[in-house]
């Protein structure tokens, strides 16, 4: 069975740039979750979908951050400006619903200079 | 806020030794406590998990204690082996948004 896919896998950019993260979860995989996961820190929840809707995006920095899952599967997540505190790794994270157990992908690493 | 405290945030043990981790939460709406292991350059993995109508869960080399009353909660490794070497987080969430919050982490190190 094919994991969570993500990319790029690494992304280096400057402050006030945006970037973009793509994510395509198990098949079948109802709920997607992005992670945020600062070094030296747990993950942190940013925003969670049931389908093509959100249900949690409480966490979500939401006047730099946005999220979408266009047909309820691949979801790309964006940041515009990013700050130097973006510095982090991103996970996408999959489960066929919120009770069932969750996959992580192996995360894309950015690095805003 | 910090909801749950992991410790210690570094732990070097010999092949073969005992590995343990110790959680604690404040919450007490916490149901589900699972713990992940995270190798570098890869995301968390399901290691283990346990609900507080048990007080201890074993799957093969891995134990999870808890303890409802202390409201913590801990990971034992035995016969710990240089392939465990990696971070461990805990983490807990309730039955009502199932929403995962995770511990800082502990990077355990098995020397051979």
């Known amino acids: 069975e094919a994991g969570v896919a993500q990319s790029p896998r690494y992304k280096i950019i400057e402050k006030r740039q945006s970037v973009a993260f793509w994510c395509n979860p198990i098949?079948?995989?109802?709920?997607l979750y992005w992670y945020q996961q600062i070094l030296g820190q747990g993950p942190k929840l940013l925003i969670q979908f049931q389908n093509n809707g959100v249900v949690d995006d409480s966490q979500l920095p939401k006047d730099r951050f946005s999220a979408e899952r266009l047909k309820g599967v691949d979801s790309t997540l964006k940041i515009q400006p990013a700050k130097l505190e973006d510095s982090a790794v991103y996970l996408c994270?999959?489960?066929?619903?919120?009770?069932?157990?969750?996959?992580f992908g192996s995360g894309t690493q950015l690095s805003v200079l | 806020q910090q909801q749950v405290k992991q410790s210690p945030q570094s732990l070097i043990v010999q092949k073969g030794g005992i590995s343990i981790i110790n959680c604690a939460y404040e919450?007490?709406?916490?149901?589900?406590f699972p713990w992940y292991q995270q190798f570098p350059g890869k995301g968390p993995a399901l290691l283990i998990a346990i609900r507080p109508d048990v007080s201890e869960k074993k799957e093969g080399r891995f134990t999870i204690s808890f303890n409802k009353s202390a409201k913590q909660f801990s990971l034992h490794i035995m016969d710990s082996q240089p392939g465990d070497s990696a971070t461990y987080f805990c983490?807990?969430?309730?039955?009502?948004?199932?929403?995962?919050?995770f511990g800082k982490g502990t990077l355990l190190t098995v020397n051979p």
């Open positions: 994270a999959s489960s066929l619903d919120p009770t069932r157990r969750v996959f």
């Open positions: 098949s079948g995989h109802a709920t």
């Open positions: 919450n007490t709406a916490f149901d589900y």
């Open positions: 983490a807990a969430s309730t039955g009502s948004n199932y929403k995962l919050t």
